[in-house]
Nanobody
């Protein structure tokens, strides 16, 4: 079991930056990747960034490429998401996820989930 706690959410101004963090604890030996998802009203939860624990490969949704950066420490204790050049469309609830299935980007099954943190861009 993996426990995830997000922090760093809040309000940001368009053009500014925010840094989200996710603290992971528990048994992480089977975790294949760590990821950030986003959900907005009227939309389903979607993947925005992912980083694999072995090799450090990263994947991003096209809508955030060049503005979002995901990183993971060596102990897989903390996964961060740096959001630059904020735009109103970045508004939503951001969820940290630990993925153990290692399937395609944005997959919702086989994930441990954090509680989510609200990001609001004006």
């Amino acid at each position: 079991h993996v426990q995830l706690v997000e922090s760093g959410g809040g309000s940001g101004q368009a053009g500014g930056s925010l840094r989200l963090s996710c603290a992971a604890s528990g048994s992480k030996s089977s975790v294949r990747s760590m990821a950030w998802f986003r959900q907005t009203p009227g939309s389903e939860r979607e993947g925005v960034a992912e980083i694999y624990t072995s090799g450090g490969r990263t994947y991003y949704d096209d809508s955030v490429k060049g503005r979002f950066t995901i990183s993971l420490d060596n102990a897989r204790k903390t996964v961060n998401l740096e959001i630059d050049s904020l735009i109103p469309e970045d508004t939503g609830i951001y969820y940290c996820a630990a993925r153990f299935r290692g399937d395609c980007f944005g997959g919702l099954d086989g994930n441990y989930w954090g509680q989510g943190t609200q990001v609001t861009v004006s």
